[in-house]
């Protein structure tokens, strides 16, 4: 599914469009962009047309672009899959493919924002989410939006010709209400 517009304080969340497809198959032709993501290859525009309209009626996952609010412009994406409606949990992932914009809190922001559509708006109890090792950056981003340690996956991920591990996070409802209260 495509997900709805969030506004957030920096940045705007909304559905990914055609448009956006030129911008993200620059980033996936960028091996620093894609180095801990687990598929890094460029894909074909006809590869990515198709992509966006699986992902469109895709009813275990829902997808956004991340747009920087001050200049519109799109820095990443972020989405909810392999939702498994029964238990109630799902996966999470992000990337922002804008170099430039690294650094900038905006992950932290996306991060925050689909947490809060997941338990809010569908329902969900849990999500969980993985990062390589050395990316300690979205590792951060996810312990301050709530995530924690649930697990490590040991020597899972090859960058570079050497094995890193594979962190595993995860942030209950419960825990995020009660994070949020004290905000």
């Given at each position: 599914?495509?997900?709805?517009?969030?506004?957030?304080?920096?940045?705007?969340?909304?559905?990914?469009?055609?448009?956006?497809?030129?911008?993200?198959g620059?980033?996936?032709?960028?091996?620093?962009?894609?180095?801990?993501?687990?598929?890094?290859?460029?894909?074909?525009?006809?590869?990515?047309?198709?992509?966006?309209?699986?992902?469109?009626?895709?009813?275990?996952?829902?997808?956004?672009?991340?747009?920087?609010?001050?200049?519109?412009?799109?820095?990443?994406?972020?989405?909810?899959?392999?939702?498994?409606?029964?238990?109630?949990?799902?996966?999470?992932?992000?990337?922002?493919g804008?170099?430039d914009?690294?650094?900038?809190?905006?992950?932290?922001?996306?991060?925050?924002?689909?947490?809060?559509?997941?338990?809010?708006?569908?329902?969900?109890?849990?999500?969980?989410?993985?990062?390589?090792?050395?990316n300690?950056a979205?590792?951060?981003?996810?312990?301050?939006?709530?995530?924690?340690?649930?697990?490590?996956?040991?020597?899972?991920?090859?960058?570079?010709?050497?094995?890193?591990?594979?962190?595993?996070?995860?942030?209950?409802?419960?825990?995020?209400?009660?994070?949020?209260?004290?905000a």
């Open positions: 599914m495509l997900g709805p517009v969030i506004e957030g304080e920096r940045i705007r969340l909304e559905p990914p469009r055609a448009e956006h497809l030129a911008t993200y620059r980033w996936f032709e960028d091996m620093e962009v894609t180095r801990y993501l687990l598929y890094r290859h460029p894909f074909t525009h006809k590869g990515e047309a198709d992509w966006l309209e699986r992902t469109a009626a895709d009813e275990k996952g829902v997808i956004w672009a991340i747009l920087a609010k001050t200049s519109g412009r799109v820095v990443g994406t972020t989405a909810l899959h392999d939702i498994n409606w029964r238990s109630r949990y799902g996966m999470s992932g992000i990337v922002i804008e170099k914009e690294w650094g900038k809190g905006y992950a932290g922001e996306a991060m925050r924002l689909r947490t809060r559509y997941a338990f809010r708006e569908l329902g969900l109890q849990k999500l969980i989410t993985t990062v390589v090792g050395p300690d979205s590792r951060r981003g996810l312990e301050r939006a709530g995530y924690r340690q649930c697990g490590l996956y040991r020597h899972h991920f090859l960058v570079d010709g050497q094995w890193h591990d594979m962190w595993i996070g995860e942030i209950f409802k419960e825990d995020w209400e009660a994070q949020e209260g004290r």
